[in-house]
């Protein structure tokens, strides 16, 4: 069954008719490559559309259109609808009348400016291919895993390698990935770690005692995070193996399109072959090239340090950064100084992310020093640091580097692949369409793939649609578009969609219009803790949009208590095309 192939039958003169059949064309127009529209109408003469097959059918007048439905809608499951016109979907799935018709239609239209999925080129598939797998997914993270499942639901045989190259410093860890092990799980454990202290601060206005002087355990935390993280990498093994994926905890490496060596800890060597390849390595932090950079540890080692990480020099502005250096101060493990080299998330709202260092810095006593980049680290005798930047010189127990992240292409020996894999010249990632590279049999997605955002749902979402695309007849895709994403700072940062910057560069000042409120919280209303820092939301309007929709939300800001967990529902909205209702009525609950 198709939902994109539908026919819509009705009497000619029948203006319900007409009005179904010309929204269906309509879609058809817009999305030619998408929509296959049959009409089932009686003319005289004989006529071809453009876009679609025109039958000649049974169906003439009103009274042989009344005549004629009885016995089919019976067999579309239907044996109530009495009326022209009717539509069904192929393969017998009844759609409805007129309303139901205008209302799908109108409901794809809203859901998204992009064009319903295109499918993906075809690669050279062949089932009695001979290889040992159908599928061999490198990369045992947040998409590969995903992918891996869901290819096996689908009927495919299936391998997948995960193999952690030790940090610079020595920090590995299991199967899982990026999020798993050294982002997402251990930075939000740690990041609500420090939400507690700052409620213990609270704790007396709202009549507890006993909080005041609590003081963070690091060892303990750390050991229940990383017990917590050692469950889960069990829980993906037995996973894996329930589910029919063969499991290799080997490097992969490229000997050519269809033959990977896999190689494990002790350099013993595997050769498998596949029909298709999917490439999910991610990235790792991008090391700091400057004379000692190599005393600075990164997101790979500070979630298992074994110290406390003490006085600890950030360098780097963006989620992981600002994240880190948020729940350090948090958790009271010590002083925070953050070296900015432009500005503070510098694509986010800026708006937005001054309430959010606003807060950092009156509350959370977090410093932060801008337009400044690190010259040079010093280790020192007393096992502390002398980082020099400006024209400051400071001792520190860490130096975090947070400047990125790197695609990790390492050791995949893409050089031996017969034709070469299409890199992005600056991202250094891996450009594909559809997921799919530039040799037809491999594929990528997740962080190690150009213009995909680095973000963990998103890698999920690919690598399951990728699976029924590969091995399953469907054609869906994802949209990288209108992504919700959180910055978990001590007050929370949640967005989706346009900048008001990216806005007026995108669609000029005057078409724009944004709306702000600036509140306090009610969980801060009864403390006199956080009186000098609010919270803030910004909606970005788009007066009217091409197709006529006025008021339409393309971008929502907010820095408050909860916003990671808030924004998710409001992408949801904006995906589907939430306007904004500009009443006075709404502006006073805003
Ligand atoms: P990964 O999860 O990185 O998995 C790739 C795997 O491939 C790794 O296990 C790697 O060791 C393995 N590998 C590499 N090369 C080979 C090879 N040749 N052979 C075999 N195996 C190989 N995202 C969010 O959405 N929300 C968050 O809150 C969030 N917080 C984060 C916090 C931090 C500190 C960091 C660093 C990232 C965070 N992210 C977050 C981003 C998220 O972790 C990544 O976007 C996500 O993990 C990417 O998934 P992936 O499948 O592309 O790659
Ligand atoms: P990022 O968000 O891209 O930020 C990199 C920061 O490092 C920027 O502030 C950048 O400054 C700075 N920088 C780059 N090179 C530098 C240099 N040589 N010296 C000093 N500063 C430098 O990278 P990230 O924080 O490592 O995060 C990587 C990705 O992981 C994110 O994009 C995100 O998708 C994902 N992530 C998500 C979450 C979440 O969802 N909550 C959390 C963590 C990570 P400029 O602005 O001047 O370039």
Avoid at 135 to 144: A, D, K, M, R, Y
Avoid at 242 to 258: H, M
Wanted: with cysteine; glycine share 10%.
């Amino acid at each position: 069954m198709s939902e994109k192939k539908l026919t819509v039958s009705g009497f000619a003169s029948c203006s319900a008719y007409q009005q179904a059949k010309n929204a269906l064309l309509g879609m058809k127009a817009i999305y030619p490559k998408e929509f296959d529209i049959t009409v089932n109408e009686c003319k005289t003469f004989l006529s071809s559309h453009r876009f679609l097959v025109v039958i000649f059918l049974i169906v003439a007048t009103r009274d042989e259109y009344m005549a004629w439905l009885p016995s089919f809608r019976e067999t579309i499951d239907a044996p109530n609808h009495k009326t022209s016109p009717i539509v069904w979907f192929e393969g017998g799935k009844y759609l409805g009348g007129r309303d139901d018709t205008i209302a799908w239609v109108k409901n794809l239209l809203t859901r998204t400016e992009e064009p319903p999925s295109t499918p993906p080129n075809v690669d050279p598939w062949n089932p009695s291919h001979g290889f040992d797998y159908d599928l061999v997914v490198i990369g045992g993270g947040s998409g590969g895993l995903a992918c891996a499942k869901e290819a096996v639901k689908n009927g495919a045989k299936v391998a997948c390698l995960d193999y952690v190259k030790p940090s610079p410093h020595g920090s590995k860890w299991g199967l899982g990935g990026t999020c798993v092990n050294v982002g997402c799980i251990p930075k939000k454990l740690m990041h609500m770690g420090a939400q507690l202290g700052e409620h213990a601060k609270v704790a007396k206005s709202y009549g507890w005692t006993g909080f005041e002087n609590g003081k963070n355990n690091w060892d303990e935390l750390r050991d229940h995070i990383q017990d917590h993280i050692k469950g889960l990498n069990f829980g993906y093994r037995v996973q894996l193996r329930e589910q029919g994926v063969t499991y290799l905890n080997k490097l992969g490496k490229f000997k050519g399109p269809n033959t990977l060596e896999c190689i494990d800890s002790k350099g013993k060597v595997q050769v498998i072959t596949a029909a298709r390849f999917v490439i999910a390595t991610g990235g790792r932090p991008t090391p700091i090239n400057i004379p000692g950079g190599e005393y600075a540890i990164t997101s790979d080692d500070l979630f298992s340090l074994d110290k406390p990480p003490g006085k600890t020099c950030v360098v780097g502005a963006g989620y992981v950064a600002l994240e880190c250096g948020g729940f350090i101060a948090g958790l009271g493990l010590g002083e925070v100084v953050i070296l900015v080299r432009s500005r503070p998330l510098r694509t986010f709202d800026q708006d937005t992310v001054k309430y959010v260092l606003d807060y950092m810095k009156q509350e959370g006593g977090i410093r932060i020093e801008e337009g400044i980049l690190p010259k040079s680290i010093e280790k020192l005798s007393n096992g502390r640091y002398l980082v020099h930047y400006g024209d400051k010189s400071e001792e520190f127990d860490t130096v975090l580097a947070a400047i990125g992240r790197t695609p990790d292409l390492s050791k995949l020996g893409i050089e031996n692949l017969s034709s070469p894999l299409t890199i992005h010249k600056s991202s250094g990632k891996i450009i594909a369409t559809n997921e799919q590279t530039s040799i037809p049999n491999i594929y990528a997605l997740g962080d190690v793939l150009h213009d995909a955002p680095e973000l963990t749902p998103s890698a999920i979402l690919a690598g399951k649609l990728l699976a029924r695309r590969l091995f399953g007849n469907s054609t869906d895709t994802i949209s990288y578009r209108n992504i919700a994403t959180a910055v978990f700072t001590p007050l929370e940062l949640g967005t989706v969609g346009f900048s008001e910057e990216d806005a007026i560069n995108e669609y000029g000042k005057d078409a724009i219009e944004c709306f702000i409120s600036e509140f306090k919280p009610l969980e801060w209303s009864i403390s006199d803790v956080h009186h000098d820092v609010n919270s803030f939301v910004k909606i970005v309007v788009l007066k009217e949009s091409n197709n006529g929709i006025k008021n339409k939300v393309i971008g929502l800001h907010i820095a408050a208590p909860n916003a990671g967990e808030v924004i998710q529902g409001y992408g949801l909205a904006m995906n589907k095309g939430l306007t904004y209702e500009v009443s006075s009525l709404y502006q006073d609950c805003l």
